[in-house]
């Protein structure tokens, strides 16, 4: 079944470490975003690509950095620039153009500082 | 993309009808209205979107109001398993804003047996 998998579910990261969320999709699906959510909270956007090899800033993007390099996979990187990064971090995808229907969502990474 | 305001939470009982509401007194004529849920710990669900139609699908109904301001997102039968967090989004078709959906804190709903 086509889907978006976020790896791993669970990450604990030290104070000062960048780490590396993972985002595949096989939907074939142009355009992906990052969200990130806390406690009782909406989601809030970080980055989104809509094509390979751009991507613009969301409204959080500082401390954070994203690649895509190719259509299937979006991956964040969480750097020692991001001052408060735990927080439940979510990976999403929609077909190209105006589509309706909406996005598709993994089912979430949480991310820990220790 | 229009602002929208919705209850922090309500509570329903098995069985009977959940009817959400979503005010969206901004909304331009262009704009559509989503719903996503997001049971805890997953991540968000489409349900079902309208622009100014009554909708209908196998999960919910989608009621729009004539002025197109407000909407109710009912749930039917409600189930044990629709205890969610239940997000109302008003949604432009411009290549600005359909790439960025906006989430807001949603409506807890907890359904009891």
């Known amino acids: 079944d086509g889907g978006i998998t976020q790896s791993p579910k669970y990450l604990f990261r030290k104070e000062g470490q960048n780490v590396t969320l993972s985002c595949e999709q096989n939907?074939?699906?142009?355009?992906m975003y990052w969200y990130r959510q806390d406690p009782g909270q909406g989601l809030r956007l970080i980055y989104y690509?809509?094509?390979?090899?751009?991507?613009q800033k969301g409204d959080i993007a500082e401390g954070y950095s994203v690649s895509r390099e190719k259509k299937e996979s979006f991956p964040l990187t969480v750097t020692s620039a991001q001052k408060n990064p735990t927080a439940f971090y979510l990976c999403?995808?929609?077909?190209?153009?105006?589509?309706?229907?909406?996005?598709?969502f993994g089912s979430g990474t949480r991310l820990t500082v220790v | 993309d229009a602002k929208t305001t919705q209850p922090p939470s309500m509570d329903c009982a098995e069985g009977r009808a959940a009817n959400l509401p979503c005010n969206h007194s901004?909304?331009?004529?262009?704009?559509?209205v989503y719903w996503y849920r997001q049971i805890h710990s997953q991540g968000p669900q489409y349900i079902i979107h309208?622009?100014?139609n009554n909708e209908t699908n196998e999960m919910a109904s989608l009621i729009i109001t004539e002025d197109r301001k407000s909407s109710t997102l009912i749930l039917p039968h409600a189930t044990l398993r629709d205890t969610a967090v239940y997000y109302c989004?008003?949604?432009?078709?411009?290549?600005?804003?359909?790439?960025?959906?906006?989430f807001g804190a949603g409506t807890q709903v907890v359904v009891t047996p």
């Open positions: 989004i008003v949604r432009g078709l411009t290549t600005d804003s359909w790439g960025k959906l906006q």
């Open positions: 901004t909304i331009s004529g262009n704009e559509y």
């Open positions: 939907l074939n699906h142009d355009a």
């Open positions: 999403a995808s929609s077909p190209p153009g105006l589509q309706l229907r909406g996005y598709t």
């Open positions: 309208g622009l100014k």
């Open positions: 690509s809509q094509i390979v090899n751009d991507f």
